[in-house]
């Protein structure tokens, strides 16, 4: 008997899945050095880049294929995989490389921090717990 095929979409899903459950361990802390903050920085945007590359596998085998981020977040969005305040934040969250490349400035950082843990952290465990969800993953 031939043994069905795993989409590479739920490889890249459990990947989300493991680079999430550090950020959220991250985003537990209560007070960050410089060094931390950092760190929780960094893994925000490779968790980050776990989701938008799992929303991207999972459209191409839909039989969609998005040429740039945004197209493929609104894409997400009109195949019924984010809500829509979820994908206007993910539109936001595009921005946050370009923020944290300034985060040497404590006010920048500060924002930064607040804005990974107030909204970000929580879009992608949504995010994340909608694709489990999806694919029937307990």
């Not at 989300?16 to 537990?28: E, G």
């Not at 950092?38 to 590359?53: R, Y």
Request: charged content about 30%; some cysteine.
């Amino acid at each position: 008997m031939k043994e069905r095929k795993v989409p590479r979409w739920r490889h890249r899903l459990e990947k989300f899945r493991k680079a999430y459950a550090q950020l959220h361990k991250a985003c537990a802390r209560q007070t960050y050095s410089n060094l931390e903050r950092a760190g929780l920085f960094h893994i925000f945007e490779f968790t980050f880049q776990q989701g938008l590359q799992t929303i991207e596998e999972l459209l191409f085998h839909e039989g969609f294929d998005e040429e740039t981020p945004r197209s493929l977040i609104r894409r997400a969005f009109e195949a019924g995989h984010l809500e829509q305040g979820d994908a206007e934040l993910w539109l936001e969250a595009l921005e946050m490389p370009g923020i944290l490349s300034h985060a040497y400035e404590e006010t920048t950082a500060q924002i930064a921090l607040q804005s990974i843990r107030e909204k970000y952290s929580p879009l992608l465990e949504r995010t994340l717990s909608s694709l489990i969800q999806l694919a029937g993953i307990p």
